[in-house]
């Protein structure tokens, strides 16, 4: 069976979670590695539908294409995200 999978941006177009929601389940273990993502490279990640489907449960489900094929990665560039260090102080 073809595991269709989808990039941060595609599953928060999907879900109508932004993509730092999607990022913080990540990060508080909401989201296993390899049960509801991968990582084929330290940037790129990739949810699996189905393991997406069975998270959301009956109530909403993400429609999986026949013969799905793996998406390419986002460009964080494009999303807006910043690498840019922040700073603490109010002038």
Do not use: C, D
């Amino acid at each position: 069976m073809n595991e269709e999978y989808l990039t941060v941006r595609e599953l928060s177009e999907k879900t109508r979670f932004s993509p730092q929601t999607i990022y913080n389940k990540i990060s508080r273990g909401e989201f296993e590695p390899g049960k509801h993502y991968v990582k084929p490279s330290r940037k790129k990640v990739l949810f699996k539908v189905s393991a997406i489907n069975e998270w959301l449960g009956e109530t909403f489900r993400i429609e999986q294409k026949p013969g799905a094929q793996i998406t390419q990665a986002i460009n964080p560039v494009k999303m807006g995200i910043s690498h840019r260090p922040v700073s603490r102080i109010n002038i």
